[in-house]
């Protein structure tokens, strides 16, 4: 019988994406090496492995779950992603005493530089600056827990340091990955999604509403202006919106961009994603998009032309300008006349393509990321 390892995330089945498949996907293939428990707020699309289901983000609730499985479950290993299952598993660990327990933290982000790059650009900044220092108390309390940490990019151990004045002991730098299905090279049979808009490129942006973070409005927004920009180019190109609604939206639109809302079926999303010609990251500097990693592999393993700002790249510094996509300047002009050449000339970026997929599968498939996390949560356990 293998380790027992206890998972502890924010996974929410109910939101599919972004940094909820981080510990959905991790712990699907770390059931090779280890017993696994997986807790989360809805674990409900967890049939890998048993799951419980907290339904609060209170760390209270946290707290009383994580004690619970510590008494029945006896796990070897806690491995605690984000900052409140983080600190619910450090205090739950204390208070039971449990010394035979090796406590693993996973920072998807660093939270408090999020919100303070945010802070003059949000309706609210006096409670984006209430976040602020509750996350960067909340991480600092886990970064000098003495804990070992594995960071989803290489800029987290950067910022740890700059901002704390410590480097931890123990820090691992593991990205994300991307999924079989979006990696497979099979042609599609199905009906193309996007007949209606044909002859037009399709330029496909995934932007769902997330808990907290503005960051994908802040990308639709910047979309919606691009493609106002070269509006009288709809023949040519059609911008296409998953995860929201046009409800959603309270701007004028333009005639040459469509919302799908958001596909519950998975086999749809890798369609409308696999049919598109061109993937589109316009995040702006105050953006601070975390979460747009997970985007740019999606397309990258999708062997789709990415068109992305700097900042769509963040954590992802491996994949370079004209050597695996198109980065752009910040500007709506430079978004959009790039959008228009990649467009009218897709061939001749189709090498971009083919390097970034290869890198792709080389290193950043799950399987692989979830390898190296069950060499370091056995490291620590021996240790």
């Given amino acids: 019988m293998g380790k027992r390892l206890l998972i502890v995330s924010t996974l929410d089945s109910s939101q599919p994406f972004g940094a909820f498949t981080r510990p959905f996907y991790l712990g699907q293939y770390l059931t090779k090496d280890f017993d696994v428990l997986q807790l989360g707020l809805d674990c409900s699309s967890v049939k890998y492995a048993p799951s419980i289901s907290i339904g609060s983000r209170s760390l209270k609730s946290y707290i009383k779950t994580i004690e619970k499985c510590i008494d029945e479950f006896c796990p070897d290993i806690v491995y605690a992603q984000e900052t409140l299952p983080g600190l619910a598993a450090l205090i739950s660990l204390r208070l039971k005493k ?29 409670k984006e600056f209430v976040q602020c220092i509750k996350t960067y108390i909340a991480q600092g309390i886990l970064i000098f827990s ?92 059609h911008f296409v919106v998953i995860g929201r609604d046009s409800s959603d939206i309270s701007e004028p639109i333009p005639s040459n961009i469509s919302f799908l809302g958001f596909l519950p079926k998975r086999e749809d999303f890798v369609k409308h994603v696999k049919y598109a010609d061109i993937a589109l990251l316009p995040f702006s500097k105050q953006a601070v998009a ?72 080389e290193k950043y498939s799950w399987n692989a990321r979830a390898q190296n996390v069950a060499k370091i949560l056995m490291e620590v356990r021996a240790s």
């Fill in 290 to 361: 975390g979460g747009a990693r997970n985007k740019a592999l999606d397309y990258f393993a999708s062997r789709k032309l990415v068109v992305s700002t700097p900042e769509g790249l963040r954590g992802l510094e491996e994949f370079r300008h004209l050597e695996h996509l198109l980065v752009t300047g910040y500007s709506t002009e430079d978004v959009a006349n790039t959008v228009l050449d990649a467009a009218s000339n897709l061939k001749k970026y189709q090498l971009l393509v083919d390097t970034a997929y290869t890198l792709i599968t």
């Fill in 146 to 237: 003495g804990s070992p940490i594995i960071a989803a990019g290489d800029s987290i151990p950067k910022l740890i340091s700059q901002w704390y004045g410590k480097a931890p002991e123990q820090i691992y730098s593991i990205g994300n990955g991307v999924t079989e299905d979006l990696l497979s090279t099979e042609s599609f049979l199905s009906k193309d999604p996007y007949q209606a808009f044909r002859p037009a490129k399709i330029v496909l942006l995934i932007a769902p509403k997330t808990f907290q973070f503005p960051s994908n409005d802040m990308s639709v927004s910047m979309t919606i202006q691009v493609a106002k920009h070269i509006e009288n180019h709809q023949e040519k190109i």
């Fill in 98 to 126: 449990r010394r035979n327990s090796s406590l693993v933290l996973d920072f998807h982000t660093f939270s408090a530089y999020e919100y303070w790059m945010r802070l003059f650009s949000v309706a609210n900044p006096f």
